[in-house]
């Protein structure tokens, strides 16, 4: 998979985003919309038969290991609040891994970001869109 599209109505907010690259970073203030985007996608990824993991704040005190294998199998990888939890040995790996990477975080400072496409998320009038960074 090299690239996504989303195009649903999650909780009567329509959601119509395109991820041209494998390796995608989400910022923007808190309240734009980031979550509720990788909520969306990750409704989608099931809806379609897409198999995806979302990681969250909830893996604050996982283990590197323990994050990898949680997310071995999935095609899609979702990385949200990923400043509480993500390494750059972590965010190597999963771009090495192959798999299609959605992250949010607002601090990208440690992460390794080369070939990393940037969005800002914007929620306007009951939709949300992003444009690229």
């Known amino acids: ?7 649903i109505n999650y ?13 995608n970073m989400l910022s923007g203030y808190s309240g734009t919309g980031k979550t509720f985007l990788m909520q969306a996608i ?13 990681c969250d704040y909830n893996f604050l005190d996982k283990e590197i290991d ?6 071995k199998n999935a095609e899609v990888v979702l990385l949200d609040n990923a400043d509480l939890y993500l390494t750059n040995e972590l965010f190597l790996w999963l771009k090495g891994s192959g798999k299609f990477l959605i992250v949010c975080m607002k601090d990208t400072s440690k992460i390794d970001m080369e070939d990393v496409a940037e969005y800002i998320v914007s929620y306007e009038n009951r ?3 992003m444009e690229a960074y």
């Open 11 to 23: 909780q009567g907010i329509n959601v119509d985003v395109q991820f041209n690259h494998i390796w």
């Open 42 to 54: 990750k409704l989608f990824c099931m809806k379609h038969e897409i198999s995806c993991v979302y």
């Open 1 to 7: 998979m090299n690239h996504l599209n989303i195009n």
């Open 127 to 129: 939709h949300i869109t």
């Open 66 to 71: 323990q994050v990898k294998s949680f997310c």
